[in-house]
Protein backbone atom coordinates (compact mmCIF):
# COMPACT_ATOMS: atom_id res chain seq x y z
CA UNK A 1 0.00 0.00 0.00
CA UNK A 2 1.50 3.86 -1.05
CA UNK A 3 1.66 6.08 1.27
CA UNK A 4 -1.22 8.06 -0.30
CA UNK A 5 -3.53 5.31 -0.01
CA UNK A 6 -2.84 5.35 3.49
CA UNK A 7 -2.82 9.22 3.63
CA UNK A 8 -6.83 9.02 2.08
CA UNK A 9 -7.75 6.27 3.79
CA UNK A 10 -6.73 8.50 7.75
CA UNK A 11 -8.25 11.59 5.70
CA UNK A 12 -11.37 9.42 5.04
CA UNK A 13 -11.28 8.00 8.61
CA UNK A 14 -11.40 11.46 9.92
CA UNK A 15 -13.97 12.54 8.11
CA UNK A 16 -15.89 9.60 8.98
CA UNK A 17 -15.39 10.31 12.74
CA UNK A 18 -16.60 13.69 11.88
CA UNK A 19 -20.07 12.98 10.53
CA UNK A 20 -20.89 9.18 11.60
CA UNK A 21 -22.00 9.06 15.24
CA UNK A 22 -19.77 7.39 18.00
CA UNK A 23 -22.05 7.31 20.73
CA UNK A 24 -21.85 4.58 23.17
CA UNK A 25 -25.23 2.61 23.90
CA UNK A 26 -23.77 0.50 26.61
CA UNK A 27 -24.66 1.58 30.33
CA UNK A 28 -28.21 2.93 29.66
CA UNK A 29 -28.92 2.27 33.25
CA UNK A 30 -26.49 3.88 34.50
CA UNK A 31 -26.31 6.54 32.48
CA UNK A 32 -30.36 7.46 33.65
CA UNK A 33 -29.04 6.67 37.40
CA UNK A 34 -26.37 9.64 36.88
CA UNK A 35 -29.15 11.90 36.69
CA UNK A 36 -30.48 11.65 40.41
CA UNK A 37 -26.95 11.02 41.47
CA UNK A 38 -25.04 13.84 40.26
CA UNK A 39 -28.12 15.43 41.05
CA UNK A 40 -28.04 15.03 44.55
CA UNK A 41 -24.72 15.86 44.92
CA UNK A 42 -24.80 18.94 43.16
CA UNK A 43 -28.13 20.05 45.27
CA UNK A 44 -26.32 19.24 48.39
CA UNK A 45 -23.35 20.75 47.37
CA UNK A 46 -25.13 24.33 46.87
CA UNK A 47 -27.68 23.76 49.86
CA UNK A 48 -25.16 23.16 52.58
CA UNK A 49 -23.86 26.53 53.01
CA UNK A 50 -26.96 28.39 52.67
CA UNK A 51 -28.94 25.88 55.10
CA UNK A 52 -26.23 25.53 57.24
CA UNK A 53 -25.18 29.64 58.08
CA UNK A 54 -28.65 30.13 58.27
CA UNK A 55 -29.75 27.21 60.75
CA UNK A 56 -29.51 28.05 64.86
CA UNK A 57 -28.85 23.91 65.69
CA UNK A 58 -26.08 23.31 62.89
CA UNK A 59 -22.92 25.62 64.79
CA UNK A 60 -20.45 25.70 62.02
CA UNK A 61 -17.30 27.85 63.04
CA UNK A 62 -17.36 31.08 61.14
CA UNK A 63 -13.40 29.97 59.94
CA UNK A 64 -15.35 26.88 58.13
CA UNK A 65 -17.52 29.31 55.88
CA UNK A 66 -14.61 31.42 55.45
CA UNK A 67 -12.81 28.16 54.07
CA UNK A 68 -15.41 27.33 51.92
CA UNK A 69 -16.58 31.12 50.32
CA UNK A 70 -13.09 31.52 49.20
CA UNK A 71 -12.98 27.42 48.33
CA UNK A 72 -15.56 28.37 46.21
CA UNK A 73 -14.09 31.28 44.43
CA UNK A 74 -11.09 29.58 43.57
CA UNK A 75 -13.42 26.79 42.27
CA UNK A 76 -15.50 28.81 39.86
CA UNK A 77 -12.07 31.53 38.50
CA UNK A 78 -10.54 27.39 37.75
CA UNK A 79 -13.52 26.73 35.92
CA UNK A 80 -13.69 29.60 33.67
CA UNK A 81 -10.00 28.39 32.21
CA UNK A 82 -9.56 24.79 32.65
CA UNK A 83 -13.26 23.73 32.37
CA UNK A 84 -14.73 25.96 29.78
CA UNK A 85 -11.91 28.11 28.02
CA UNK A 86 -10.08 25.06 27.09
CA UNK A 87 -12.18 23.12 25.87
CA UNK A 88 -13.98 25.72 23.74
CA UNK A 89 -10.32 26.17 22.16
CA UNK A 90 -10.10 22.82 21.03
CA UNK A 91 -14.00 22.64 19.92
CA UNK A 92 -13.43 25.79 17.49
CA UNK A 93 -10.03 24.40 16.43
CA UNK A 94 -11.43 21.02 15.86
CA UNK A 95 -10.34 19.61 12.51
CA UNK A 96 -13.99 18.84 11.77
CA UNK A 97 -14.79 22.85 11.37
CA UNK A 98 -14.73 24.41 7.76
CA UNK A 99 -10.81 26.20 7.12
CA UNK A 100 -12.35 29.77 8.00
CA UNK A 101 -12.60 28.19 11.37
CA UNK A 102 -8.62 27.98 11.92
CA UNK A 103 -7.63 31.40 10.29
CA UNK A 104 -9.28 33.34 13.68
CA UNK A 105 -9.35 32.53 17.48
CA UNK A 106 -12.78 33.04 17.77
CA UNK A 107 -13.03 31.78 21.14
CA UNK A 108 -10.83 33.92 22.55
CA UNK A 109 -12.69 36.74 21.08
CA UNK A 110 -15.99 35.24 22.08
CA UNK A 111 -14.68 35.32 25.50
CA UNK A 112 -13.65 38.70 25.20
CA UNK A 113 -17.16 39.63 23.72
CA UNK A 114 -18.64 38.00 26.79
CA UNK A 115 -16.50 39.92 29.28
CA UNK A 116 -17.10 42.97 27.82
CA UNK A 117 -21.24 42.44 27.85
CA UNK A 118 -21.30 41.62 31.42
CA UNK A 119 -19.17 44.54 31.89
CA UNK A 120 -21.47 46.83 29.96
CA UNK A 121 -24.39 45.08 31.55
CA UNK A 122 -23.79 45.71 35.35
CA UNK A 123 -22.56 49.51 34.71
CA UNK A 124 -25.93 50.07 32.90
CA UNK A 125 -27.47 48.18 35.59
CA UNK A 126 -26.32 50.29 38.66
CA UNK A 127 -26.39 53.33 36.99
CA UNK A 128 -29.99 52.89 36.19
CA UNK A 129 -30.79 51.39 39.87
CA UNK A 130 -28.94 55.02 41.26
CA UNK A 131 -30.49 57.22 38.64
CA UNK A 132 -33.74 55.72 40.30
CA UNK A 133 -32.56 55.89 43.85
CA UNK A 134 -31.67 59.70 43.68
CA UNK A 135 -35.28 59.40 41.73
CA UNK A 136 -37.27 57.91 45.04
CA UNK A 137 -34.77 60.15 47.33
CA UNK A 138 -36.63 62.90 45.46
CA UNK A 139 -40.06 62.38 45.44
CA UNK A 140 -39.69 61.16 49.64
CA UNK A 141 -38.21 64.63 50.15
CA UNK A 142 -40.47 67.02 48.65
CA UNK A 143 -39.87 69.43 51.86
CA UNK A 144 -36.40 70.20 51.64
CA UNK A 145 -35.20 67.22 54.07
CA UNK A 146 -31.73 66.06 52.27
CA UNK A 147 -28.71 67.24 53.41
CA UNK A 148 -27.66 70.12 51.86
CA UNK A 149 -31.47 71.32 51.23
CA UNK A 150 -33.32 74.10 52.75
CA UNK A 151 -37.03 73.94 53.96
CA UNK A 152 -39.46 76.53 52.16
CA UNK A 153 -41.41 76.54 55.20
CA UNK A 154 -38.67 78.64 57.76
CA UNK A 155 -36.86 76.69 61.01
CA UNK A 156 -37.14 72.96 61.41
CA UNK A 157 -37.74 73.87 65.41
CA UNK A 158 -37.45 76.45 68.24
CA UNK A 159 -35.72 76.57 71.67
CA UNK A 160 -37.53 76.49 74.51
CA UNK A 161 -36.87 78.37 77.78
CA UNK A 162 -35.62 75.37 79.68
CA UNK A 163 -32.68 74.78 77.04
CA UNK A 164 -34.26 71.70 75.04
CA UNK A 165 -35.19 71.13 71.18
CA UNK A 166 -38.84 71.25 70.96
CA UNK A 167 -39.57 68.10 69.08
CA UNK A 168 -41.79 69.48 65.65
CA UNK A 169 -43.49 67.47 62.98
CA UNK A 170 -40.62 68.24 60.62
CA UNK A 171 -38.32 66.25 62.50
CA UNK A 172 -40.74 63.42 62.67
CA UNK A 173 -41.02 63.75 59.11
CA UNK A 174 -37.33 63.95 58.58
CA UNK A 175 -36.86 60.82 60.43
CA UNK A 176 -39.79 59.41 58.64
CA UNK A 177 -37.38 60.28 55.45
CA UNK A 178 -34.00 58.55 56.78
CA UNK A 179 -35.90 55.33 57.55
CA UNK A 180 -37.45 55.44 53.83
CA UNK A 181 -33.91 55.96 52.55
CA UNK A 182 -32.49 52.92 54.24
CA UNK A 183 -35.46 50.89 52.99
CA UNK A 184 -34.27 52.19 49.38
CA UNK A 185 -30.56 51.66 49.98
CA UNK A 186 -31.32 48.41 51.06
CA UNK A 187 -33.11 47.34 48.47
CA UNK A 188 -30.72 48.73 45.58
CA UNK A 189 -27.89 46.45 47.69
CA UNK A 190 -30.16 43.77 47.18
CA UNK A 191 -30.66 44.39 43.75
CA UNK A 192 -27.02 44.61 42.49
CA UNK A 193 -26.24 41.43 44.46
CA UNK A 194 -29.17 39.39 42.53
CA UNK A 195 -28.01 41.30 39.12
CA UNK A 196 -24.74 39.48 40.26
CA UNK A 197 -26.28 35.93 41.29
CA UNK A 198 -28.06 36.05 37.97
CA UNK A 199 -24.68 36.88 35.72
CA UNK A 200 -22.71 34.00 37.76
CA UNK A 201 -25.74 31.43 37.71
CA UNK A 202 -26.35 31.84 33.91
CA UNK A 203 -22.29 31.52 32.78
CA UNK A 204 -22.46 28.21 35.24
CA UNK A 205 -26.09 27.33 33.89
CA UNK A 206 -24.83 26.74 30.23
CA UNK A 207 -21.41 25.08 31.09
CA UNK A 208 -23.23 22.62 33.51
CA UNK A 209 -26.05 21.60 30.59
CA UNK A 210 -23.28 20.53 28.36
CA UNK A 211 -21.34 18.62 30.39
CA UNK A 212 -24.39 16.77 31.24
CA UNK A 213 -25.11 16.33 27.57
CA UNK A 214 -21.45 15.02 26.93
CA UNK A 215 -21.81 12.50 30.37
CA UNK A 216 -24.27 11.05 28.40
CA UNK A 217 -23.11 10.35 25.59
CA UNK A 218 -19.84 10.10 26.37
CA UNK A 219 -18.00 6.25 25.53
CA UNK A 220 -15.54 6.62 28.76
CA UNK A 221 -18.67 6.98 31.16
CA UNK A 222 -17.14 5.71 33.88
CA UNK A 223 -14.20 7.64 34.16
CA UNK A 224 -16.37 11.00 33.21
CA UNK A 225 -19.03 10.43 35.67
CA UNK A 226 -16.90 9.45 38.92
CA UNK A 227 -15.18 13.15 37.89
CA UNK A 228 -18.00 14.50 37.87
CA UNK A 229 -19.59 13.52 40.71
CA UNK A 230 -16.85 15.92 42.65
CA UNK A 231 -16.56 18.50 40.04
CA UNK A 232 -20.69 19.33 40.59
CA UNK A 233 -20.35 18.66 44.12
CA UNK A 234 -17.16 20.89 44.42
CA UNK A 235 -18.77 23.61 42.18
CA UNK A 236 -22.21 23.71 44.16
CA UNK A 237 -20.30 24.20 47.04
CA UNK A 238 -18.63 27.37 45.56
CA UNK A 239 -22.24 28.39 44.34
CA UNK A 240 -23.77 27.96 47.57
CA UNK A 241 -20.91 29.80 49.69
CA UNK A 242 -21.54 32.93 47.55
CA UNK A 243 -25.42 32.31 48.03
CA UNK A 244 -24.99 32.02 51.77
CA UNK A 245 -23.51 35.30 52.01
CA UNK A 246 -25.60 37.37 50.07
CA UNK A 247 -27.12 40.07 52.55
CA UNK A 248 -30.98 40.76 51.35
CA UNK A 249 -34.24 41.87 52.88
CA UNK A 250 -36.07 39.18 54.44
CA UNK A 251 -38.74 39.42 51.37
CA UNK A 252 -35.55 38.06 49.26
CA UNK A 253 -34.45 35.21 51.00
CA UNK A 254 -35.73 32.58 48.40
CA UNK A 255 -33.27 33.97 46.48
CA UNK A 256 -30.28 32.26 47.55
CA UNK A 257 -32.18 28.98 47.77
CA UNK A 258 -33.93 29.51 43.98
CA UNK A 259 -30.13 29.93 42.93
CA UNK A 260 -28.83 26.52 44.88
CA UNK A 261 -31.90 24.28 43.39
CA UNK A 262 -31.56 25.79 40.08
CA UNK A 263 -27.77 24.69 39.94
CA UNK A 264 -28.92 21.82 41.63
CA UNK A 265 -31.10 20.66 37.90
CA UNK A 266 -28.60 22.22 34.93
CA UNK A 267 -26.28 19.15 34.77
CA UNK A 268 -29.50 16.46 34.88
CA UNK A 269 -31.35 18.43 32.49
CA UNK A 270 -28.43 18.46 30.25
CA UNK A 271 -27.82 14.15 30.73
CA UNK A 272 -31.31 14.19 30.43
CA UNK A 273 -31.28 16.09 26.93
CA UNK A 274 -28.31 13.78 25.82
CA UNK A 275 -30.06 10.34 26.68
CA UNK A 276 -33.59 11.74 24.80
CA UNK A 277 -31.28 12.35 21.11
CA UNK A 278 -28.36 9.86 22.27
CA UNK A 279 -29.26 7.75 18.63
CA UNK A 280 -28.44 10.90 16.47
CA UNK A 281 -26.16 13.05 18.32
CA UNK A 282 -22.36 13.45 17.59
CA UNK A 283 -20.41 15.21 20.39
CA UNK A 284 -17.31 15.57 17.65
CA UNK A 285 -19.42 16.57 14.68
CA UNK A 286 -18.96 20.29 13.43
CA UNK A 287 -22.36 21.29 14.27
CA UNK A 288 -21.90 19.99 18.23
CA UNK A 289 -18.46 21.48 17.80
CA UNK A 290 -19.40 24.89 16.99
CA UNK A 291 -22.44 25.27 19.61
CA UNK A 292 -19.96 23.73 22.69
CA UNK A 293 -17.27 25.67 21.56
CA UNK A 294 -19.44 29.19 21.84
CA UNK A 295 -21.21 28.67 24.51
CA UNK A 296 -18.51 27.76 26.32
CA UNK A 297 -16.10 30.63 25.40
CA UNK A 298 -19.40 33.15 26.56
CA UNK A 299 -19.27 31.24 29.57
CA UNK A 300 -15.88 31.48 30.24
CA UNK A 301 -15.93 35.34 30.20
CA UNK A 302 -18.92 35.36 32.59
CA UNK A 303 -17.33 33.13 35.17
CA UNK A 304 -13.69 35.36 33.98
CA UNK A 305 -15.13 38.70 34.82
CA UNK A 306 -17.18 37.40 37.81
CA UNK A 307 -14.07 35.42 39.62
CA UNK A 308 -11.75 38.25 39.07
CA UNK A 309 -14.07 41.32 39.38
CA UNK A 310 -17.07 40.53 41.71
CA UNK A 311 -14.71 37.66 44.01
CA UNK A 312 -10.85 38.35 43.89
CA UNK A 313 -11.20 42.21 43.19
CA UNK A 314 -13.91 43.00 45.79
CA UNK A 315 -12.86 40.27 48.33
CA UNK A 316 -8.90 41.05 48.94
CA UNK A 317 -8.69 44.67 47.71
CA UNK A 318 -11.85 46.68 47.88
CA UNK A 319 -12.91 45.14 51.30
CA UNK A 320 -12.01 47.30 54.17
CA UNK A 321 -12.63 44.23 56.64
CA UNK A 322 -10.17 42.21 54.52
CA UNK A 323 -7.68 45.39 54.29
CA UNK A 324 -7.43 45.71 57.80
CA UNK A 325 -7.55 41.82 59.07
CA UNK A 326 -4.09 40.30 60.49
CA UNK A 327 -1.68 38.27 57.81
CA UNK A 328 -3.01 34.65 59.00
CA UNK A 329 -6.54 35.88 57.98
CA UNK A 330 -5.57 37.09 54.76
CA UNK A 331 -2.89 33.97 54.18
CA UNK A 332 -5.68 31.54 55.18
CA UNK A 333 -8.34 33.30 52.93
CA UNK A 334 -5.88 33.18 50.02
CA UNK A 335 -4.47 29.71 50.69
CA UNK A 336 -8.35 28.36 50.53
CA UNK A 337 -8.92 29.94 47.24
CA UNK A 338 -5.77 28.60 45.82
CA UNK A 339 -6.68 24.83 46.99
CA UNK A 340 -10.01 25.01 45.60
CA UNK A 341 -8.60 26.14 42.37
CA UNK A 342 -5.92 23.75 42.36
CA UNK A 343 -8.55 21.09 43.08
CA UNK A 344 -10.84 22.32 40.17
CA UNK A 345 -7.56 22.40 37.99
CA UNK A 346 -6.90 19.09 38.37
CA UNK A 347 -10.11 17.63 38.10
CA UNK A 348 -9.68 18.92 34.20
CA UNK A 349 -6.90 15.99 33.38
CA UNK A 350 -10.57 13.70 33.47
CA UNK A 351 -13.44 16.26 32.81
Known amino acids: MSSEDTVFQGSQADAVSCTASSVAHSLFGLRVASIFIIMLGSTIGALFPILARRSSWLLVPKGVFDFAKFFGSGVIIATAFIHLLAPAL ?3 GSECLPPAWHEYPYA ?30 QEHDAHGHAHGSHAAHGPEGKLVESGFRSRS ?28 VIILEFGVALHS ?15 LFVVLVFHQTFEGLGIGSRLAYMKLPPRFHWVPVAGAILFGITTPVGIAAGLAIRTSYNPDSATSSIVSGVLDSLSAGILIYTGLVELLAHEF ?35
Open 209 to 223: VLIGLTLAVDPDFKI
Open 90 to 92: EAL
Open 317 to 351: IFNKEMMNASNFKVAYSVGSMLLGCAVMALLGKWA
Open 169 to 196: SDDERSDDLEAVKNIIADDENAMAQVIG
Open 108 to 137: LALCLFSIFCIFCVELFAFRWGTAKLARRR
